[in-house]
């Protein structure tokens, strides 16, 4: 079992920057890609990026290409979502997972978090 906790979360204004944090227990993460998902009201959860399991290799969904990246401390078991140039649309809660196997489909992620919210204004 893997537990994951998300945090970093926040209101911030059109243009501006988050960090999430995505902190893993119960088991090392270098044993699975990471990914985060993000679910905005009314809509369906959709892929935002996502790391294999040695860093070596990322995923990003076309929409925040160039603003957001994600990486890993292993060590520290713990993966992050840095998030720039933030748009309202960019507003949903954001969840982190693990898969076997870095996916974009969120069916194949066997561990959550609880989600962190990320509210961006105009």
């Known amino acids: 079992q893997v537990q994951l906790v998300e945090s970093g979360g926040g209101l911030v204004q059109a243009g501006g920057s988050l960090r999430l944090s995505c902190a893993a227990s119960g088991r090392a993460i270098s044993s699975y890609g990471m990914g985060w998902f993000r679910q905005a009201p009314g809509k369906e959860r959709e892929f935002v990026i996502g790391?294999?399991?040695?860093?070596?290799?990322?995923y990003y969904a076309p929409s925040v290409k160039g603003r957001f990246t994600i990486s890993r401390d292993n060590a520290k078991n713990t993966v992050y979502l840095q998030m720039n140039d933030l748009k309202p649309e960019d507003t949903a809660v954001y969840y982190c997972?693990?898969?076997?196997?870095?996916?974009?489909?969120?069916?194949?992620?066997?561990?959550w978090g609880q989600g962190t919210q990320v509210t961006v204004s105009s």
């Open positions: 997972a693990c898969s076997p196997v870095i996916s974009t489909i969120s069916t194949r992620y066997d561990y």
């Open positions: 790391i294999s399991r040695s860093g070596g290799s990322t």
